[in-house]
């Protein structure tokens, strides 16, 4: 069962043309990737399913096309976003910061044993539970957003560029407990990367953008075999 499905979506700034067609789909309970170079249109094609950009073409939702929609109204019908740069409250506590994600819901046994499910996953967040979100580091501030949005209980996760400004050890420890998350929870997640080889720890396959086209699509294992993706995403 396809959740996602974008079809020839395209959006402008003003009058400029940053998407021009893409096209992808994210099934139920799968992970998908949108790779690219920087400028490629990764950030506005998630912003144009979470509704913060205005998008031509189709976004099917659980079979009903949702572009038009409202932010409020996306995030209502299950679709979590966790915006480059985190977005996180700092002058609220980790705590605090888990309970608004969970602001939607009034099953309040369901949010306690989430909370504890996000504090297994990400242990660091433990440690940190009382302290201010702007005192963690960049790594536990990634993984406060990506708790943030898994208490809305959403059905697809949006991941824009989780190891932006990690060192490499930490984007991979974020990945690989992200990776868990999904394992767990069947959440479906679109994750936006730069960097191909952290993508492939958690996502099944995945499209490359340039210039707000798709120029390839395949699984992980087909992706990773391609020359011009190993020259231009892998490092070698
Ligand atoms: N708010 C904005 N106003 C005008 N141009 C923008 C804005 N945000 C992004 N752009 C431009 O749109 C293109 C795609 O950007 P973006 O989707 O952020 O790419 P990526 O996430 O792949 O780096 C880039 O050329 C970028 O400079
Ligand atoms: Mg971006």
């Given at each position: 069962m396809t959740l996602l499905e974008l079809q020839s979506v395209t959006a402008f700034y003003g009058p400029v043309q940053v998407?021009?067609?893409v096209s992808l789909s994210v099934p139920e309970g799968g992970a998908v990737g949108i790779l690219g170079a920087n400028g490629a249109g990764k950030t506005t094609t998630l912003r144009s399913i979470s509704g913060t950009v205005r998008a031509g073409g189709r976004i099917l939702y659980d079979g009903a096309d949702i572009?038009?929609?409202r932010p409020?109204?996306?995030a209502a019908m299950g679709i979590a976003h966790v915006p480059e740069g985190r977005g996180g409250f700092g002058a609220l506590t980790v705590r605090e910061n888990l309970r608004i994600g969970?602001?939607?819901r009034r099953d309040r046994k369901g949010v306690e044993s989430d909370i504890e499910f996000v504090l297994e996953l990400f242990p660091n967040l433990r440690e940190r539970y009382k302290s201010h979100a702007s005192a963690l580091s960049g790594g536990e501030q990634q993984m406060l957003a990506v708790g943030r949005a898994f208490m809305a209980k959403p059905r697809?996760?949006?991941l824009d560029e989780a190891?932006?400004?990690l060192a490499p050890s930490t984007a991979m420890t974020v990945y690989d407990a992200i990776a868990k998350l999904r394992r767990e929870s069947g959440i479906?997640?679109?994750v936006v990367e730069q960097n191909a080889n952290l993508a492939f720890r958690l996502v099944d396959s995945a499209t490359v953008l340039e210039t707000?086209?798709?120029v390839l699509s395949g699984t992980s294992a087909e992706l990773k075999g391609m020359d011009e993706i190993r020259r231009a995403y892998l490092g070698g």
């Open positions: 998407l021009d067609g572009r038009g929609k409020e109204q996306v969970a602001y939607l697809l996760l949006l190891s932006l400004g479906a997640m679109l707000g086209r798709n």
